[in-house]
Nanobody
Framework: QVQLVESGGGSVQAGGSLRLSCAVS????????TGWFRQAPGKEREGVAA???????NYADSVKGRFTISKDNDKNILYLQMNSLKPEDSAMYYC???????????????????WGQGTQVTVSS
């Protein structure tokens, strides 16, 4: 069965960096759309970045230029390198996946049917 496990979260000061990892098992990630989402208290879950099954990469405007999504296909690990972190980046970060392409729905949580447990990121000013 499909399983996704996030790690790498923590507490950092503004301007710092973190790299999140999502270990995937039960499927070949290159054949799925896989991405990162985040959810802050009182807010809806929002798409951060995703790698589609056709190789397309998308970023939310709020993180473009600061975050980089990548995959190690041999180890089935999805990464999110986060640089120049801001307090507004604080959230629980989740990796999610769905079969085949997610296309224009890459940022929509409802389009993803497999989820990890989340890893907390806290950025202090």
């Amino acid at each position: 069965q499909v399983q996704l496990v996030e790690s790498g979260g923590g507490s950092v000061q503004a301007g710092g960096s973190l790299r999140l990892s999502c270990a995937v098992s039960g499927y070949t990630s290159s054949r799925y759309c896989t991405g990162w989402f985040r959810q802050a208290p009182g807010k809806e879950r929002e798409g951060v970045a995703a790698v589609d099954s056709n190789g397309d990469i998308n970023y939310a405007d709020s993180v473009k230029g600061r975050f980089t999504i990548s995959k190690d296909n041999d180890k089935n690990i999805l990464y999110l390198q986060m640089n120049s972190l801001k307090p507004e980046d604080s959230a629980m970060y989740y990796c999610g996946s769905t079969r085949y392409r997610c296309g224009i729905s890459w940022y929509e949580p409802r389009a993803f049917n497999y989820w990890g447990q989340g890893t907390q990121v806290t950025v202090s000013s």
